[in-house]
């Protein structure tokens, strides 16, 4: 039974939109390639992971071994260098060394050192005297015994140059003290070779590697010493590690070149120990191991593949028939079910035929929905325009597809409803997408604020939001949002928060000032009554500074206002007490608390001590920009004459940290205080960028670089 024509119609469409709509695919021989893969590659890999743990779990064994061999070395070291300790120790109380009798100490020297083959001994005084031995053996001899007398303490040294021996050498280095006071100073010295016969002596394997180096990195001994030799650098990536961790198992490169994992750790006595093997020999066996593996894996690929293109020619013949129907199916075709020898295609095939027997009723349904969808997408459309708002609906994937009439107030002229390119904000767009993309995962209503360009006006703010319809599975179909204008709202909450950030911001500085003042005045006040006096004189002062702020928005302050502001207390200026002059200099903020504070602390200093303290003194305040430097300078004088005679405390209160350190570390000035005879003098020179409000910054480097 043909199906009517328009069942046909839409199954030509379904056929052609998914030809045309089609993604490269696999193929069946490729899908039974792939399979063979899935069953063998495991096969496969499971022994190479095997092989890979048995290696990991085989390298961390010898680096183990390293490690314990590394531990064994220390002590084999540590207890040769106690021989030389314990002997040096034994000689540095005998009786006769310390009544003088070197002749004496001498033979029983000879017999101690009898032990130590190799060994020298050297006694001098601490101003480094010989007394016994060579005149100079080392050639840091002097710095050694500096640092015995100064630890106090026996030690061993680094590698240096026994210059009687012309060979490298060590030593043990003993302060020897008697009623505190330092006596002599002992040097035994020690020879490398000595400790190159205890490497060796350790039988280590062919390929092992074992060393000690003392605190800079130079070989003391090695074995086998290869290229090598007493008082060489070790290897640089091994001295590093050295230096950044005192003891560990690393991968480092011998002098020779080889690739080595080396265990190291320290002695007690400041030299390290090393012991290395090369990493060739670790992996030799476990490379045989791999290889073997490989060539099993590469045989069982060939022949799992070879069984799979034999399959794949059963199933081929299937595939080709059931293909046939289903393009019947698509051109409206009767469709007759066609026996394939496959149980599972030829109930396929069987589906397929009355499946074609239900397109016609489907097709009818399918006409009737669409009717009344457009009558209700119609109802909706003369809603929506009438709102105030932009409606707006996407699908799943976020694109908008619909838009009501106030969409053409937005973006550019010209544009259609759907397209919102360039609508949204440069700055908006990565928030507007990572928004939607957590309401579409979450399935949660989107809302979002970013501006959109509104033609005629630019760029303002809006608030979007939008809820999901869900299918019966629950998952998002379609989105529904509106667009509302908020940029008026958004404006006022924006000045109201950038207002409280700034008076918030002010209020801390404020009172982080007032807190050190408070601070400092108690430190420096006897009484209750006298930390009142100047805490309240010294907020007066800061007080001051504040108003003249304040009274210009904070956009700086005249250096001559906040002299006269901070003096005013003090001076009657139809008296002549005062002499002010200088420039125009617009102060910042900063500057002018702190210069405030200063200026505040001279006057009372000078209204109780100096020159406004009697009738005839006076104070001469003066200012000027010097351009001549390297960048604009801006000097600064406060001058007392006339008043009694000045001498310079012996003791420093709050005020003189205020008028030098204050400004030091503030301003990062120069302060000169001078208690001359005739009078004070105060004199600060401050860079002109530190203390110059930025709009008048300009002008004042014009200032001071004019003729």
């Known amino acids: 039974m043909m199906p009517p024509r328009e069942s046909r119609g839409i199954l030509d469409r379904l056929w052609s939109t998914g030809q045309d709509r089609a993604k490269p695919t696999l193929s069946l021989s490729q ?4 399979l063979t893969l899935l069953v063998v590659l495991p096969l496969i890999v499971v022994p190479f992971y095997l092989v890979g743990q048995f290696a990991d779990s085989e390298r961390q064994a010898r680096r183990a071994f390293l490690d314990a061999a590394a531990h064994s070395l220390v002590g084999v070291v540590e207890r040769e260098l106690d021989r030389y300790f314990v002997i040096s120790n034994a000689l540095s109380h005998s009786r006769s060394l310390r009544r003088g009798d070197l002749v004496e100490f001498g033979q029983a020297a000879a017999e101690a050192l009898n032990s130590l083959p190799g060994a020298s001994l050297d006694i001098f005084t601490p101003d480094g005297a010989p007394l016994l031995g060579a005149d100079v053996r080392l050639r840091d001899q002097t710095d050694l015994a500096r640092t015995a007398l100064a630890t106090g303490a026996p030690f061993v040294s680094d590698i240096g140059f026994d210059l009687i021996a012309q060979a490298p050498s060590a030593a043990v280095v003993t302060p020897i003290f008697q009623d505190g006071k330092p006596l002599y100073v002992m040097v035994l010295t020690m020879s490398p070779q000595r400790f190159s016969a205890l490497l060796q002596g350790q039988q280590y394997p062919p390929g092992w590697i074992a060393a000690i180096v003392d605190r800079t990195g130079k070989f003391i001994a090695r074995a086998p010493a290869g290229e090598a030799r007493v008082g060489d650098l070790a290897a640089q990536p091994f001295r590093a590690s050295m230096q950044r961790i005192p003891a560990s198992v690393i991968d480092s490169v011998s002098l020779e070149g080889d690739r080595v994992i080396s265990a190291y750790m320290p002695v007690s006595y400041g030299w390290t120990v090393s012991v290395a093997v090369k990493a ?16 099993v894996a590469a045989g069982s690929l060939a022949v799992s593949f070879g069984l799979s293109l034999l399959a794949n020619r059963r199933l081929a013949y299937g595939v080709r028939a059931l293909q046939e129907t289903a393009k019947d199916i698509g051109e409206g075709k ?34 009737i929905a669409e009717s009344e969808r457009s009558a209700s997408e119609e109802r909706f459309r003369v809603l929506a325009d009438s709102l105030p708002q932009l409606v707006w609906t996407a699908g799943p994937d976020g694109g908008v597809d619909y838009t009501n009439a106030r969409r053409e107030k937005y973006g550019k002229v010209g544009l259609s409803r759907t397209d919102w390119n360039g609508v949204i904000h440069p700055e908006d767009l990565r928030g507007t997408v990572a928004a939607w993309r957590k309401a579409s995962e979450s399935g949660e209503p989107y809302e979002m604020e970013h501006r959109l360009m509104v033609i005629g006006e630019g760029f303002s703010w809006h608030l979007s939001r939008a809820i999901p319809v869900r299918d019966a599975s629950g998952k998002p179909v379609k989105w529904y949002g509106t667009t509302m204008d908020i940029h008026e709202h958004k404006t006022r909450e924006e000045h109201i928060r950038v207002l409280m950030t700034e008076v918030n911001h002010r209020s801390k500085n404020l009172l982080a000032v007032t807190q050190a003042i408070a601070r400092q005045t108690a430190s420096s006040s006897a009484t209750a009554a006298e930390f009142e006096q100047k805490f309240s004189g010294r907020l007066l002062g800061l007080a001051a500074s ?14 001559d206002a906040l002299v006269h502001s901070q003096i005013r207390h003090y001076h009657d ?12 200099v617009l102060l910042d903020s900063t500057a002018t608390q702190a210069l405030g504070m200063a200026l505040h602390e001279l006057s009372t200093n000078a209204a109780k001590y100096g020159a406004l303290s009697n009738d005839g003194g006076h104070v001469a305040v003066s200012w000027r920009v010097d351009g001549s430097g390297a960048e604009p300078m801006l000097e600064m004088d406060w001058v007392e004459r006339g008043g009694p005679a000045v001498a310079e405390p012996l003791a420093h209160g709050f005020g003189r940290v205020v008028i030098e350190g204050m400004l030091s570390q503030r301003l990062n000035a120069v302060v000169r205080l001078s208690f001359d005879v005739e009078g004070l003098t105060w004199r600060v ?23």
Do not use: C, M, Y
Not at 283 to 292: G, R
């Open 685 to 707: 020179t401050v860079p002109l960028k530190n203390i110059v409000a930025s709009e008048d910054f300009d002008n004042a480097t014009v200032f001071a670089r004019a003729p």
């Open 31 to 34: 899908h039974l390639g792939l």
């Open 280 to 295: 060739a020999v670790l992996d030799e066996s476990l490379s045989q191991a791999l290889l073997i593996l490989s060539l």
């Open 334 to 367: 009767p469709v007759v079910s066609k026996p394939t020898g496959v149980r599972e295609f030829d109930q396929l095939s069987l589906a397929f035929a009355e499946a074609s027997a239900l397109l016609d009723e489907r097709a009818v349904q399918k006409k």
């Open 546 to 559: 504040q108003d003249l702020l304040t009274e210009l928005n904070w956009r700086g302050v005249q250096l």
């Open 573 to 584: 200026l139809d008296g002549g007490r005062f002499r002010i002059a200088g420039p125009n």
